[in-house]
């Protein structure tokens, strides 16, 4: 149905948290949901209850063209998710490379993904420009960056809403209207946090699509390896988290109809089915 991208041009601002949140927040809110892990720390299946010593998955090993159907995984937490595996320096730069070289081995299998309907897809990616990002981002319904309410993020937001942190300016142009923010770490006590936020809203606008508190329930279900939804779900962070689902969901795109062939474009006719 729909890909929800996760990206940010900084580390450490939640987004792997925040996946997994989400996953099941979307889950309870009736979708099937497939969770992509695009980052070589590898830390999503934590996130969604596997054991540590699981270290199975997809991207680690795209240079093998190992099948998507058999490294999809059914998680104690709910939702189903590609890991993406256990790899050293030399396994992420071997991947990176195979998947520079050939985009289709991740393009192909997120398409086939999508072609269910009832299949709502989001993906972790590392910090930054990545290999994964450039593949995604042109087939997400949304782009979904975590920001935090602090001087750093907000010193970012041109590289954002440039689209520069993709890495590449076409790319940044042609996901523009498909941008949206979540402002993760809104720490209600502090001024700072609470000045940045507002700053940032009037900013942004209705590309703002969800504020997360500071909560140490987010810390306290990784370590209990449960998303923080299952967790602690009248937490303030878990609240937050079911209404930016909510807000997701009211905001992506409704499915394209399918077109039927008669009035296919007259353009690229070699592409008509
Ligand atoms: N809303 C929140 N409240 C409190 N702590 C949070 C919140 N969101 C995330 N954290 C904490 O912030 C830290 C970083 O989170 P996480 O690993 O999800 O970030 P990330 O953006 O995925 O990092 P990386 O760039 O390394 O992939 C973790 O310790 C996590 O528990
Ligand atoms: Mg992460």
Do not use: Y
């Not at 940032?200 to 998303?227: F, I, K, S, T, W």
């Amino acid at each position: 149905m729909a890909l929800i991208c996760v990206a940010s041009p900084k580390g450490g601002v939640g987004k792997t948290s925040l996946v997994a949140a989400l996953s099941d927040a979307l889950r309870r809110a009736g979708r099937r949901v497939i969770a992509i892990d695009c980052d070589p720390q590898n830390a999503l299946r934590l996130h969604l209850g596997l054991p540590l010593s699981d270290t199975a998955g997809f991207l680690a090993r795209i240079a093998e063209r190992p099948d998507w159907r058999t490294a999809l995984r059914a998680t104690p937490a709910g939702p189903e998710l590609l890991p993406h595996g256990e790899t050293d320096l030399r396994g992420a730069l071997a991947a990176a490379g195979a998947l520079a070289a050939d985009p289709e081995l991740l393009a192909a299998p997120l398409r086939a993904m999508l072609a269910d309907p009832g299949v709502l897809v989001i993906a972790d990616t590392p910090p930054g420009a990545s290999g994964a990002l450039q593949v995604l981002a042109p087939q997400a319904a949304m782009l979904l960056v975590v920001l935090l309410a602090d001087a750093a993020s907000t010193a970012l937001l041109p590289d954002v809403e440039s689209g520069r942190f993709l890495g590449g300016g076409t790319l940044g142009s042609l996901m523009g209207p498909r941008l949206r923010i979540v402002l993760n770490q809104v720490d209600r006590n502090s001024r700072l946090s609470l000045a940045a936020a507002e700053g940032l809203a009037g900013h942004l606008g209705p590309r703002l699509v969800g504020a997360v508190a500071r909560d140490e329930a987010m810390a306290e279900a990784l370590a209990c390896q449960r998303p923080v939804g299952l967790h602690a779900p009248s937490s303030a962070v878990a609240r937050d988290v079911a209404d930016l689902a909510a807000a997701i969901l009211r905001d992506l795109p409704p499915p394209a109809p399918p077109v039927p062939s008669p009035v296919a474009s007259p353009l690229f006719p070699w592409m008509r089915t």
